[in-house]
């Protein structure tokens, strides 16, 4: 599976921000998807991951209650709708997939650029 990650931008804090994860091939469906980040400075971390019916989810502590992650199969697609944003979620954000586990995803979209302003 290919991934392309997209909708990171500039904003201030409090704002809201969507990012998109576009899958090619066929069984997209099979795959878990999750979204990491690495700040400046700062160690890659998971933010969120969606198992591949969408019935189960994780959120990192940082962003539970302000982040939400979904998928539509049919459109091979993973969001990640950001609010109320703050500085420290300054990142550059990575969508990445796997059959079995995100403990070493087989599978890495490109990074896309998350920057908060305060």
């Known amino acids: 599976v290919q991934l392309q990650a997209s909708g990171g931008g500039l904003v201030q804090a409090g704002g809201s921000l969507r990012l998109s994860c576009a899958a090619s091939?066929?069984?997209?469906?099979?795959?878990?998807v999750g979204w990491f980040r690495q700040g400046p400075g700062k160690d890659r971390e998971l933010v969120a991951f969606?198992?591949?019916?969408?019935?189960?989810?994780y959120y990192a502590d940082s962003v539970k209650g302000r982040f939400t992650i979904s998928r539509d199969n049919a459109q091979k697609t993973v969001y990640l709708q950001m609010n109320s944003l703050k500085p420290e979620d300054t990142a550059v954000y990575y969508c990445?997939?796997?059959?079995?586990?995100?403990?070493?995803?087989?599978?890495w979209g490109q990074g896309t650029q998350v920057t908060v302003s305060s």
């Open positions: 091939g066929p069984t997209f469906s099979t795959y878990i």
């Open positions: 990445a997939a796997d059959r079995t586990s995100l403990g070493r995803p087989g599978y």
């Open positions: 969606i198992n591949r019916s969408g019935d189960s989810i």
